[in-house]
């Protein structure tokens, strides 16, 4: 290799060509998968022009899981790309196992690449039980992970869980396209989301297809959250409710009469909650004649979305189309879609679901493993993640 001198005399290296700096920016990347999906890793490895690594993961007799990486990880930046499916608990431990023997085996980074984030809906308090998620972002953290990327988390703020940086990639360019492109006559349609909690998504679908939007409101059944448990115990007795009041008031400083009067007691001690009382469903928008389009970041038990869907039908919905970026599919979901009104429902590939395509031909799926392949080559050439959120467009 010839040096070159520049006016001072200083050796300086010369230029190298683009196929040069592509070999440098992919060499010391490893890519390596668990179980969970290795289609998707062999694509993300495809696009990107390497190789996926030699790592082996299995499982003994008594179930404990065994992880054996085949090459060196010592000094390179290693993506482990394991999704969350039905095996949630054992997608889980293998991550965590894989991250470790990363961690002890002295690789410079440890990336999770986890397309769909298990357990993203227990991210708030019910009952008596507690945060799952958090508790799932700690071991993550501990198991020697310095990054994670997912796509459309169930709710933003869990990345707040995460002591280490977390990118959250968008499905919804790729759903937008497949509407413009996919569904004849979509100028036709309305954007429908099936409960309140996905009226923001709908609406931000809604917004950029210029396209009205309807919203479905009551249900057919209690939620978990209304559910009756031990915090609706009933309020004090009268008698020990005037000897609780007796005693505060005794406790109470002195004050003026004018304030006493503008304060108000409650004669009969803690008030109770009121029950809450859901309407039956009903729909706030018109979808007669039109094509009803639903939005959601997960589909898993089909129940809602079919029962959405038949009173989408009543209402003179020509034709229904269910959108998500994770298609989880659990239990008999396919043979219930199957029987629905609904027309097609377009998931994404962030889950696998091949057996349940083979069950319900109504199933279509959208390929987004270049979007992954992009932003880990963004984080590796340590490149703005920004721009995959601003300039993504509806055409690329």
């Not at 059944?221 to 004090?236: F, H, N």
Request: proline share 5%; charged share 25%.
């Amino acid at each position: 290799m010839l040096l070159q001198r520049n006016k001072l005399g200083s050796v300086r290296p010369p230029k190298r060509c683009r196929s040069d700096m592509d070999n440098t920016s992919t060499s010391d990347i490893v890519i390596i998968n668990g179980n969970s999906h290795p289609d998707l890793a062999n694509m993300v490895a495809e696009r990107m022009g390497i190789k996926n690594g030699g790592c082996s993961v299995f499982h003994k007799s008594n179930r404990e899981t065994i992880v054996e990486i085949s090459d060196s990880v010592r000094g390179k930046d290693i993506y482990i790309i394991q999704t969350g499916t039905k095996d949630a608990n054992n997608n889980i431990m293998e991550l965590l196992i894989m991250a470790y023997a990363c961690k002890t085996s002295s690789a410079r980074s440890i990336v999770g690449v986890i397309p769909y984030l298990p357990y993203s809906k227990q991210c708030k308090m019910r009952k008596r039980g507690c945060i799952v998620s958090k508790l799932l972002a700690k071991m993550m953290c501990t198991s020697g992970l310095t990054h994670i990327i997912t796509m459309d988390l169930h709710q933003k703020e869990i990345q707040g869980f995460f002591d280490i940086p977390v990118d959250n990639l968008r499905a919804s360019p790729f759903l937008l396209q497949y509407i413009q492109e996919s569904i004849p006559d979509y100028r036709n349609s309305v954007i429908v989301a099936r409960n309140p909690g996905v009226a923001k998504k709908a609406n931000s679908y809604a917004e950029r297809l210029r396209l009205g939007l309807a919203v479905i409101h009551g249900e057919q059944k209690e939620t978990d959250a209304d559910e009756v448990d031990g915090r609706y115990s009933p309020p004090p007795t009268s008698a020990y409710s005037n000897l609780l009041g007796n005693s505060v008031e005794m406790c109470l400083p002195a004050t003026p009469s004018s304030a006493r009067q503008r304060t108000t007691s409650v004669s009969v001690g803690v008030p109770e909650h009121i029950v809450k009382v859901k309407p039956p469903l009903t729909i706030v928008g018109d979808v007669s004649g039109r094509i009803a389009i639903m939005v959601d970041d997960l589909i898993d038990d089909v129940q809602a979305f079919v029962a959405a869907a038949e009173m989408l039908k009543e209402n003179g919905a020509c034709k229904i189309y269910v959108l998500a970026t994770h298609g989880l599919l659990s239990s008999d979901a396919p043979r219930q879609l199957d029987e629905s009104p609904i027309d097609e429902i377009v998931v994404t590939n962030t889950i696998p679901h091949e057996i349940q395509k083979l069950q319900c031909h109504k199933i279509k799926t959208i390929d987004i493993s270049i979007l992954i392949a992009e932003a880990i080559r963004r984080i590796h050439n340590k490149e703005s993640m920004s721009y995959l959120f601003r300039n993504v467009t509806l055409e690329d």
